[in-house]
């Protein structure tokens, strides 16, 4: 991978990924077959509720699948970015993300899927107008947005006739601030300017999106960063928005977990050296400095101090698929190739059980054995339940469901 460039006041990363959502990016071994899924056991199916507080909701439940420094005040959002080769040009509004309408977003979602973004405004709305004077117009933010969603720009009280998702939306009338049907529909009635709706997942089978989240306001830079990578990366599934954005400002900007983060793991040339040995289980992290939920959960969740009773019966391992460093496991050694396909360490490729997502934890016993492979964010309840469930061996003696009914989950 590229190596980290200084922009202006910003650390950003450039990736040879091009517009694929490097955080939510998923290997699957074509030897196992489409379709595989790993036997992961700590996440049952079920249904996520629906998230409400004063400020957002997520308007749509969800299926959660198995299995489940740096100066942080003046680099403000590092790693978030992916800056591309060419700079987007400023619109008349002043913004300098790539509007489209929503038939474009849907239509694109069908070829490429992508998330979108819907900002509702009106032609009166004076935070409307702000926030794409500035928020949008951010350099850093545009581009982001341009990359990996597909942006969209609703006027609430346009007159234009739509379609979305089989259904035609006629407006009702021809007077002035009279509310579109669709943004209706879409803001569930509650018309606030400027509202932002993100959605994601979008299901070519059903021409749907399964999850919708409404965050009305004006948004600045900061608090829009959050809300994009909880959507971008799957987030939703575990934890939260409310929650999550907590997580986020503790990572990204509280300088005083620095010294946590650095203190409480090991690297994988220390641990699968052939000869490390250890009474304990282990708990590898697999992540990458350039996926962002990896890092709230790197520097929110380990470092909290709920998982601190938990990580005794532990050696935590840092894993960074990046590395190039020869490793042993199981007595087998796994080393990259120049002319491997999977673009990092074939030994996070295994310890995921071959389906490979960012995210990772993975659990393993005193005898270097898989336990578990869990996928995507954690949050720190969560990961502390985990944590119990098989530090403690509670794994040998209930199933997942039982062990979390007791704790009243």
Not at 79 to 101: C, E, H, K
Request: net charge positive; proline share 6%.
């Amino acid at each position: 991978m590229n190596q980290t460039t200084q922009r202006t006041h910003r650390t950003q990363r450039f990736n040879r990924f091009g517009s694929e959502q490097l955080w939510n990016i998923r290997f699957k071994d074509p030897a196992i077959g489409k379709g595989f899924s790993p036997n992961v056991s700590i996440h049952q199916s079920r249904r996520i509720p629906i998230f409400k507080s004063s400020n957002f909701q997520i308007i749509k439940s969800f299926s959660l699948p198995r299995a489940s420094a740096v100066k942080i005040v003046q680099v403000l959002f590092i790693q978030l970015f992916i800056l591309v080769s060419s700079a987007y040009g400023q619109n008349p509004d002043g913004s300098r993300v790539n509007w489209m309408t929503i038939e474009e977003a849907v239509k694109a979602s069908k070829q490429q899927p992508r998330p979108v973004l819907l900002d509702f405004y009106t032609d009166w709305c004076g935070w409307c107008k702000r926030m794409m004077s500035t928020t949008y117009a951010d350099e850093n933010v545009a581009n982001y947005i341009n990359k990996n969603f597909y942006p969209v720009k609703f006027n609430a009280e346009g007159k234009d006739t739509v379609m979305f998702q089989g259904k035609k939306y006629v407006p009702v009338s021809d007077a002035p601030r009279t509310t579109h049907p669709l943004a209706a529909e879409l803001l569930q009635g509650k018309m606030m300017y400027p509202t932002t709706l993100f959605m994601n997942n979008y299901d070519v089978t059903k021409d749907e999106f399964p999850f919708k989240l409404i965050v009305p306001g004006y948004l600045d830079q900061k608090k829009l960063e959050p809300f994009l990578v909880y959507t971008l990366e799957n987030v939703y599934r575990s934890t939260p928005a409310e929650e999550f954005n907590q997580t986020f400002e503790k990572a990204f900007y509280d300088t005083t977990v620095n010294a946590l983060v650095q203190k409480i793991w090991k690297q994988p040339r220390e641990v699968f050296d052939g000869n490390f040995e250890s009474d304990k289980k282990r708990l590898v992290f697999i992540h990458t400095t350039w996926c962002n939920s990896c890092r709230v959960m790197e520097r929110g969740v380990f470092t909290d101090p709920l998982l601190s009773t938990v990580f005794d019966t532990f050696v935590l391992v840092d894993f960074n698929p990046e590395i190039q460093d020869p490793l042993f496991w199981n007595g087998a050694l796994f080393q990259r190739q120049a002319e491997d396909r999977f673009p990092f360490h074939p030994l996070s490729l295994e310890l995921t059980r071959k389906n490979f997502v960012l995210p990772s934890v993975v659990i393993l016993d005193e005898q270097d054995n898989i336990i578990d492979a869990i996928p995507f964010y954690l949050p720190p309840v969560l990961m502390k339940d985990i944590l119990t469930f098989y530090g403690n061996d509670i794994h040998k003696q209930k199933s997942w469901a039982d062990f979390r009914k007791e704790l009243g989950r």
